[in-house]
């Protein structure tokens, strides 16, 4: 039978000189051992229990995919990753495998999408998501404090998920929102111009079930505390459509 041989000792046979295979050793940079330290979060069984979409999220893929013209199916994946992320908390395996199913495509064209974006989760994570931004506008304004609350008041590191599996922190790159920093988003909504204690006062509601005010703590969407300095009379037009 054919087998194939380690590229070293094809290497070191033949056409290249001795430092030309040490310069070519040097090109991987990965130590064997990782793949022993770093076992993959999917092979658990548990992570690997069956999926299937609801009847009623199965209704909503249905009706999503006839948007799409039937060769170009998969350009639905994301939307329907999203559906099945929804259902099920997060994208593990037989998720990403169940989109591929009904969009009869090979699971490979999921996984790479799912692997790629973010919002699509590859490990479980808690009921609520946090997701502070540590980037600078946020930093300067106090993203260190608001980490500090949430790890101390949840008992948690980034990365980790709390055990009665309520709470997920990670930390995130610029949320988009930077004039109402420091920010962080709760699953889908987001909470702005954060404190220690508005931190402590959105967690202790979700403990309790209770909804807390989205978008600002402090002041109306982003206008500047001190009120409006500009736009503050009717615009005098011409509008571009007679109803605004
Ligand atoms: S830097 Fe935090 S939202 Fe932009």
Redesign the pocket.
């Known amino acids: 039978m054919f087998a194939l041989k380690p590229t070293t000792s094809l290497l070191s046979k033949s056409i290249l000189p001795k430092a030309s295979l040490l310069a070519a050793r040097s090109l991987s940079s990965t130590p064997i051992v990782a793949r022993n330290v770093m076992p993959r979060t999917d092979a658990k069984p548990s992570n690997m229990a069956p999926f299937k979409f609801s009847p009623e999220n199965l209704k909503r893929a249905e009706e999503l995919l006839k948007k799409y013209p039937d060769d170009y199916k998969r350009g639905a994946t994301i939307p329907l990753l999203d559906i099945a992320q929804r259902q099920h908390g997060w994208c593990s395996v037989p998720v990403m495998n169940a989109v591929a199913e009904f969009l009869e495509i090979p699971p490979i064209r999921v996984y790479e999408v799912a692997t790629f974006y973010t919002m699509f989760h590859r490990e479980p994570r808690g009921k609520y998501l946090l997701q502070v931004?540590g980037?600078?506008?946020?930093k300067v304004c106090g993203s260190d404090e608001i980490f500090n609350t949430i790890k101390k008041e949840l008992g948690i590191n980034v990365g980790e998920t709390t055990k009665d599996g309520m709470f997920t922190l990670i930390e995130v790159e610029?949320?988009?929102?930077?004039c109402n920093?420091?920010?962080m988003s709760i699953n889908d909504d987001y909470y702005e111009d954060l404190s220690p204690s508005s931190v402590k006062k959105i967690l202790k509601q979700l403990r309790k079930g209770v909804v807390p005010k989205r978008g600002s703590q402090t002041r109306h969407s982003c206008e500047p505390k001190t009120g409006l300095t500009a736009l503050t009379s009717e615009p005098t037009g011409p509008r571009c459509r007679s109803d605004l």
């Open positions: 931004c980037t600078t506008p946020c610029c949320a988009g929102a930077c920093a420091p920010v």
